[in-house]
């Protein structure tokens, strides 16, 4: 059975504090590892597929790094407006998107 | 505007009504999703349509009972639903691109 497990539940972090969050999972035959940013009240956006391990993706403060066991979105220098909660899922062969329950992050000012 | 709509954006009902939820995609998707959001918990998936033929029911109470009429919507139609099934109600849609599944803003609905 797939499954995602991330670290911290939440994270409070003061503008400019580089921090990560942990996405562990456990997969028969990865097709993807999503990563997803959700603003209260609204549906999850998404963010990046990785692949295989090794791989990295980059879009403005946000990195995601991918292992066998494990992805890591790293945040750099944050803003206020990063604040939210992200989310990671895996995708094994033909399955659905399997989801873990999320860091919730807040950058304060 | 996501490329998902779903309608209405907040629901109350009572125990004993019948309410239904609407999902809409423009896409050009093949596959539509239901899941629910609890607090503290994952998403959980509920239903899962191909090409409008419903391909999984993840153990769902049969009081949640699903439509999909055409591969652009789908419906959730509730009645006599339980307190505990208060939580946001996410639809969404995918074809197996690399971006994974693009959802709608969700039906946030509260049992009383």
């Known amino acids: 059975e797939d499954q995602v497990t991330q670290s911290p539940e939440a994270l409070r972090l003061q503008e400019g504090e580089s921090s990560s969050l942990n996405c562990s999972y456990t997969?028969?035959?990865?097709?993807?590892l999503f990563w997803y940013r959700q603003d209260p009240g609204k549906g999850p956006e998404f963010l990046f597929t990785?692949?295989?391990a090794g791989e990295e993706k980059e879009k403005e403060r946000l990195k995601a790094t991918l292992t066998k066991k494990e992805s890591f979105l790293h945040i750099t220098a944050p803003k206020p407006e990063d604040s939210a909660t992200y989310l990671c899922?895996?995708?094994?062969?033909?399955?659905?998107?399997?989801f873990g329950k999320g860091t919730r992050l807040s950058v304060i000012a | 505007e996501t490329g998902v709509t779903q309608t209405p954006r907040h629901l109350v009902m009572g125990m004993t009504n019948k309410k239904s939820l609407k999902c809409e995609q423009h896409?050009?998707?093949?596959?539509m999703y239901w899941y629910k959001q609890s607090a503290k918990k994952p998403l959980e998936l509920m239903f899962v349509?191909?090409?409008?033929?419903?391909?999984e029911n993840n153990s769902v109470p049969s009081r949640f009972s699903p439509e999909c009429p055409n591969s652009s919507h789908l419906f959730l139609h509730l009645h006599t639903l339980q307190p505990e099934d208060s939580a946001l109600y996410l639809c969404?849609?995918?074809?197996?691109?690399?971006?994974?599944?693009?959802f709608g803003s969700g039906t946030r609905l509260t049992v009383v």
């Open positions: 896409l050009g998707h093949n596959a």
């Open positions: 349509y191909n090409f409008k033929e419903q391909t």
């Open positions: 899922a895996v995708q094994g062969g033909n399955t659905p998107l399997v």
């Open positions: 997969v028969s035959g990865l097709r993807g």
């Open positions: 969404a849609s995918g074809s197996g691109s690399p971006y994974g599944y693009t």
């Open positions: 990785l692949y295989s």
